[in-house]
C-alpha cells in the first residue's frame, strides 16, 4: 500500500512559480511512473505530467509544456512539479498519482485510469 501527500500549493499571481511536490509512503517499484493530473471547477480531471520512475523520461501536456518540469528523486521518494509563468487557466486542485505498472508511450502516462495510488490534491490559484 503507498500512501501520497501532496504540498505546495497556493495563490499566486500570473506570471509567477510554485512548485509541488508529493511525497510518498511505501515501496515504489521501478515499473511505476508518478504524475500529476489537475481539476478545474466543473471540468473533468486532465493530464499534466508524468515521469517514469527509473529512467525519469517526463511526457507533458502540450497546455504546460515549455512551462512546468516534472522530476523525482529515488532516494527522497518524491516528485515535484516545478510550476512556471502561471497562467489562470492553470488554476486547479493538482493531485499526484503514481502508476504500478511499466507501460510504454504517451497515451499509458496520461491516462487517469492507468494509476492505482492518488493523493489528496492541492489548490493551486492563479490569480490575473
Known amino acids: 500500500q503507498v500512501q501520497l501527500v501532496e504540498s505546495g500549493g497556493g495563490l499566486v499571481q500570473s506570471g509567477g512559480s510554485l512548485r509541488l511536490s508529493c511525497a510518498a509512503s511505501?515501496?515504489?517499484?521501478?515499473?511505476?511512473?508518478m504524475g500529476w493530473f489537475r481539476q478545474a471547477p466543473g471540468k473533468e480531471r486532465e493530464f499534466v505530467a508524468s515521469?517514469?520512475?527509473?529512467?525519469?523520461?517526463?511526457y507533458y501536456a502540450e497546455s504546460v509544456k515549455g512551462r512546468f518540469t516534472i522530476s523525482r528523486d529515488k532516494a527522497k521518494n518524491t516528485a515535484s512539479l516545478q510550476m512556471n509563468s502561471l497562467k489562470p487557466e492553470d488554476t486547479a486542485v493538482y493531485y499526484c498519482?503514481?502508476?504500478?505498472?511499466?507501460?510504454?508511450?504517451?497515451?499509458?502516462?496520461?491516462?487517469?485510469?492507468?494509476?492505482?495510488?492518488w493523493g489528496q490534491g492541492t489548490q493551486v490559484t492563479v490569480s490575473s
Open positions: 498519482a503514481l502508476k504500478i505498472i511499466r507501460c510504454t508511450g504517451y497515451g499509458c502516462y496520461e491516462s487517469a485510469g492507468l494509476y492505482d495510488y
Open positions: 511505501g515501496r515504489i517499484f521501478s515499473s511505476s511512473a
Open positions: 515521469i517514469s520512475w527509473s529512467a525519469g523520461i517526463a
